[in-house]
């Protein structure tokens, strides 16, 4: 007995015949969905400016063919201190800011809910800002109202109420360096990462980002090797990103925060 | 029939558009192992991987028979790009879409058990990027396999890839700008 996939063929097989036996010629709804795109175009041309502002956005939300669910979204309007201390969420959203943050969005997983897509913000081609209602950081500990960012691949929320005090700033690594990113107060001009033991790196701040990454990492962890690895008992962790301080600079040069790392 | 007698994609879609009624045929059985793995492995549903497959191949069908469409220049390129459209279609609307298949009139694909297991098998056992990176240089290859299917971050692609950031965005921008220009127009 053939299976699905022979069967599905002989389907198409039998719509291709059927079309053949028409033979290749513009259908009328060929034409007519021509003219259409025509006319949509030049209501978009026309339009544009309000469209920007009010076109649906529904991106996908998380993976969830590997989660099993999707996060949920909320029209509530953002926390105003939040708001009133970073200017790029006081601009519109716009097509850029959907187009670069949309792959980013993966990163949420079913433990956010209410994600604010109207706050939704590229901070830079590869970095979003993600405000959301809640979102669950351990088992039985959440914050209400975070401001999460992400870099596709990470996910960090913090408290969006901390964020004029504290920023957000997330670290990670590669084999050999420790990264920094964020976002950063109005009035942040440069951030400096001063890692311990080592040379301090400055980087400066555009449209309330940054993003800096130093040589250095703090030496290697030993933890236990899974059951049934043929080794040792305990191998070399990953790696860990170097500790240091974050001062924030303003634009004379003048240390201005944070309020606390 | 030898690899060298094999008709290309491409002579095949031109076929199907001047009428063949069995080019067509070809082409789907030539790719849809790979296609079928390529979503199976996606969506990890087999029943929904089989009605992905089916509306793909149903979009490529109606796209090859449009004439004001030019045909794709890098047939496989093409149809990986109408499944992953596909995929994000459904995923938004929280169904398979099934317009082509109304379209042609194709009924719905019923499988039972041994069709759920087979999909699996496929899942498992198929090279979907076999015959995928000929327009490419093998880093490029690599830095856009590594982003575009396997959805890694452009940190972990430098880090293997032993380059820049930097560097692994432009390479795999130049190439998916590079596979655009081959793939041409994509009416799914």
Redo the contacts between chains.
């Keep these: 007995m053939p ?3 022979d ?3 002989a ?3 039998a ?6 036996a028409l ?4 259908t009328p709804r ?1 034409v007519a969905r ?1 003219r259409a795109a025509l006319i949509a175009l030049a209501v978009l041309v026309l339009a544009a400016p309000a469209l920007a502002l009010t076109r649906p956005w ?3 939300l998380g993976r ?3 989660d099993g669910g999707t996060p949920s979204t909320s029209a509530a309007p953002l926390v105003v201190s939040v708001r009133d201390s970073l200017a790029v969420l006081r601009r519109e959203q716009t097509e850029q800011d959907r187009r670069l943050a949309e792959p980013l969005l ?1 990163a949420l997983n079913p433990r956010t809910e209410g994600v604010q897509l109207e706050g939704v913000r590229a901070l830079r ?2 970095y979003a800002l993600i405000p959301v209602k809640r979102v669950e950081i351990a088992p039985n500990r959440h914050i209400d109202d975070a401001i999460c960012l992400s ?4 996910l960090g929320c913090h408290p969006a109420q901390s964020v004029p005090e504290t920023g957000v700033v997330m670290l ?1 690594t ?2 050999t360096q420790t ?1 920094i990113w964020g976002v950063v107060p109005d009035g942040v001009a440069r951030v400096r990462f001063e890692p311990e033991g080592h040379a301090p790196v400055e980087t400066t701040v555009e449209a309330n980002f940054f993003g800096l990454s130093v040589d250095a990492l703090e030496p290697a962890r030993r933890v236990p090797a899974p059951p049934g690895y043929p080794g040792p008992s305990m191998i070399p962790g990953p790696p860990t990103p170097v500790s240091g301080v974050v001062r924030w600079l303003d634009e004379h040069g003048r240390v201005v925060g944070p309020a606390r790392q | 029939m030898s690899g060298m007698t094999e008709p290309p994609d491409r002579e095949l879609l031109s076929a ?10 070809v082409f ?2 030539r790719h ?2 790979r296609i ?1 793995a390529y979503l199976a492995r ?4 087999p029943e929904v991987a ?1 009605d992905l497959m ?1 509306e793909t ?2 979009a490529a ?1 109606v796209a090859t ?4 469409a030019p045909v794709a220049s890098a047939p496989l390129a093409w149809l990986f790009t109408i499944a992953r459209n596909t995929l ?1 279609d459904s ?2 609307r929280g169904r398979v879409e099934a317009e082509a298949r109304k379209r ?4 719905p ?3 039972d058990d ?2 759920l297991e ?1 999909v699996i098998e496929i899942a498992e056992a198929t090279d979907i990027l076999a015959g995928l990176p000929e327009t490419l240089s093998a880093e490029e290859w690599e830095a856009v396999r590594r982003r575009v299917l396997d ?6 692609i ?2 293997s890839l032993r380059c820049s950031e930097a560097v692994a ?1 432009k390479r795999v921008s130049r190439a998916l700008a590079q596979l655009r220009t081959a793939i041409g127009a994509v009416h799914a």
């Design positions: 299976d699905f996939l069967r599905y063929g389907q198409l097989h719509a291709q015949s059927r079309s053949a033979g290749p010629r513009r060929t021509r529904d991106p996908v969830p063919d590997i993966r081609d590869g870099d596709g691949a990470s990670s590669t084999e990264r | 199907c558009r001047a009428g063949d009624p069995e080019a067509f045929g789907y059985v849809r192992q079928l996606r969506v990890r549903q089989a089916a191949f149903a069908l028979r449009d004439r004001d994000i995923r938004r042609l009139g194709l009924s694909l019923v499988l041994q069709d087979r959805e890694e971050a452009y940190a972990d430098a880090g965005r």
